[in-house]
């Protein structure tokens, strides 16, 4: 059984730790960059006791999240189908004229699956997201990057999931695994031009970016934020998010939003640490819609062009749908986001479908409950295991999974601004009698860990 280094964790920790007390030592403002210039706001005195500390940062969740919307946020992965409700775990303070952001999480996992597939490891799923935002030429400019070093502490370039497939590890399909992110996950820049009152323009550029296809990714939706493990629906519903040579533009008119981008199709390859490059070859448009501050939806369509590397031959025609709920509480909050994808091949014309629902409630301000459930279609890429695909193989529908889970962690504020969550979660398979004999009668794992995140002054 595998076994990462304590100096690993050791980085990782300290990693965030640097970033977060290097941004909490400014005094953090609440000028909004893209309405004037305004004088900052004084903080109210902070209560001796922490738990009343802890209350008072949870006030206002929605506030700086409709900031961000408002100012330049709406583009991506994470505005794509987030409520305006919701809160925004994130550092923020002004230098001069640009307000500086900074977001992330770190797990370390450690992971036990039941049945002849199941597998056990230890790994740790991280992100972190540095940003720029500043008023310039009439409208609001911001710039973002977001780095993982997933491909260090998720080794062997992947790590244990039941049922799960999508891209490739040495040269083969990953069948009952998942695949870490690359190093650059985003280096983008994105300015919104404000052309009238309940108008706005945007236009987006990334050597490495997020088109406009799917909902917000699974590794930032607030309704999937404290689960450690990957939807099983991913490669059906937003993938993308990690694209080469994107280009976008969007128009906002009150409480519609419509989006085209031009991308790269081809997923990331196995080198994790690289940028990834190639011709636009692909398209997408999205439509989003949020009718009030607790609610929104968006529907997307794209053509992608050969994006499995397993199959060149082969393009996709991907549909999405999602709808997101949140709800602010006292001392809490509840996000929870429904998803259909859908994935055509092209020309064979094999379609495949996910769907999922999830949700995370946070209450008594440092106790998080979550849950997840999905039905998606898998291929007989599940038949091949760890083996090669023999020649000739062609993927074809060949069974209808289900994946369900539920965890619990907990918040201990140890260090300033950098919650520490220790926590566990449980998860069972349905399966059709056809796959009992590979994956046994009734396939489970669990995972316990301990995470790692900054925050200002929203949960």
Excluded: C
């Amino acid at each position: 059984m595998y076994r990462p280094s304590s100096q690993l964790a050791l980085i990782l920790s300290l990693l965030l730790f640097i970033i977060s007390k290097t941004v909490a030592s400014q005094e953090p403002t609440h000028q909004h960059p893209g309405m004037g210039k305004q004088a900052p706001q004084t903080n109210p005195p902070k209560p001796a006791n922490p738990d009343q500390e802890m209350q008072h940062e949870h006030q206002m969740p929605g506030m700086r999240h409709q900031e961000m919307q408002e100012s330049g946020m709406q583009h991506g992965h994470r505005a794509a189908a987030e409520p305006a409700s919701t809160p925004v775990p994130m550092l923020m303070t002004m230098r001069g004229k640009w307000m500086l952001m900074f977001h992330g999480v770190a797990f370390l996992n450690v992971l036990q699956q039941s049945g002849p597939r199941g597998g056990d490891k230890v790994f740790a799923p991280n992100w972190i997201m540095p940003m720029a935002q500043r008023e310039l030429g009439g409208g609001t400019l911001t710039l973002r990057t977001m780095l993982s070093v997933e491909p260090a502490t998720i080794p062997k370039r992947r790590y244990p999931e039941l049922l799960q497939t999508g891209e490739t590890a040495f040269g083969k399909p990953i069948v009952d695994g998942q695949h870490p992110h690359d190093f650059f996950m985003e280096i983008a820049g994105l300015y919104d031009w404000k052309v009238a009152e309940n108008t706005t323009v945007s236009f987006y550029g990334a050597p490495m970016g997020d088109p406009a296809l799917g909902p917000t990714a699974f590794p930032h939706r607030t309704s999937a934020s404290k689960n450690p493990m990957a939807p099983l629906g991913h490669h059906m519903e937003d993938s993308t998010h990690i694209a080469a040579e994107v280009v976008s533009v969007g128009v906002n008119h009150k409480a519609v939003r419509l989006e085209v981008s031009g991308f790269h199709g081809r997923e990331p390859d196995e080198n994790r640490w690289n940028i990834n490059s190639g011709k636009i070859d692909s398209w997408s448009s999205r439509l989003s819609i949020s009718p009030t501050r607790n609610w929104t939806g968006q529907y997307s369509i794209a053509r992608l062009t050969s994006p499995e590397n397993q199959e060149p031959d082969e393009d996709i025609v991907r549909m999405t749908a999602s709808l997101g709920y949140n709800r602010p509480l006292t001392n809490g909050n509840w996000a929870t986001t429904a998803v259909w994808g859908r994935n055509r091949t092209m020309p064979d014309g094999e379609i495949f479908t996910g769907y999922l629902l999830e949700s995370t409630l946070r209450f008594l301000t440092r106790n998080y409950i979550w849950g997840r459930v999905e039905n998606v279609d898998r291929t007989n890429e599940l038949l091949l295991g760890e083996k090669p695909p023999p020649p000739g193989f062609r993927e074809h529908f060949f069974a209808r999974v289900q994946a369900y889970s539920l965890g619990y962690d907990h918040d201990f504020d140890l260090i300033p601004h950098l919650a520490t969550a220790v926590g566990g979660q449980v998860m069972w398979y349905g399966i059709p009698d056809k796959l009992r004999p590979v994956y046994g009668e009734r396939p489970a794992g669990i995972v316990v860990f301990l995470r790692l995140r900054p925050f200002g002054n929203s949960r």
